[in-house]
């Protein structure tokens, strides 16, 4: 499969954007697909999955209440709504997808994902 990850941008603290995964050469629904973050100077981070088998979702503490990962099989793309930002979010986005039925321990693991699209920058400033 392969990803492609779009909708990144400057928005101001407290405001939304929405960020899409689409899928191109299999089902989206074939896949756990999660979306990590990096900002500048820091490793990577897990910031919300939705498995394959039964679309359970997962998400960091950091994003959780104010982030929102969904699925849209007809359009083959995985959302990320992200809601009430704050700068710490800046970061650049990506998503990856994982052939395994990920599980609370293991979905923010970045090993576990074997494609990855390219990212895209979210700038959160005034």
């Known amino acids: 499969v392969q990803l492609q990850a779009s909708g990144g941008g400057l928005v101001q603290p407290g405001g939304s954007l929405r960020l899409s995964c689409a899928a191109y050469?299999?089902?989206?629904?074939?896949?756990?697909i999660g979306w990590f973050r990096q900002a500048p100077g820091k490793e990577r981070e897990g910031v919300s999955c939705?498995?394959?088998?039964?679309?359970?979702?997962y998400y960091a503490k950091s994003v959780k209440g104010r982030f929102t990962i969904s699925r849209d099989n007809a359009k083959n793309t995985v959302y990320l709504q992200m809601n009430s930002v704050k700068p710490e979010d800046t970061a650049v986005y990506s998503c990856?997808?994982?052939?395994?039925?990920?599980?609370?321990?293991?979905?923010?693991?970045?090993?576990?994902?074997?494609?990855w699209g390219q990212g895209t920058l979210v700038t959160v400033s005034s």
């Open positions: 050469g299999s089902t989206v629904d074939s896949y756990s």
């Open positions: 939705i498995t394959r088998a039964g679309g359970r979702t």
């Open positions: 990856a997808a994982s052939h395994d039925s990920l599980i609370a321990s293991s979905w923010s693991n970045p090993s576990y994902y074997g494609s």
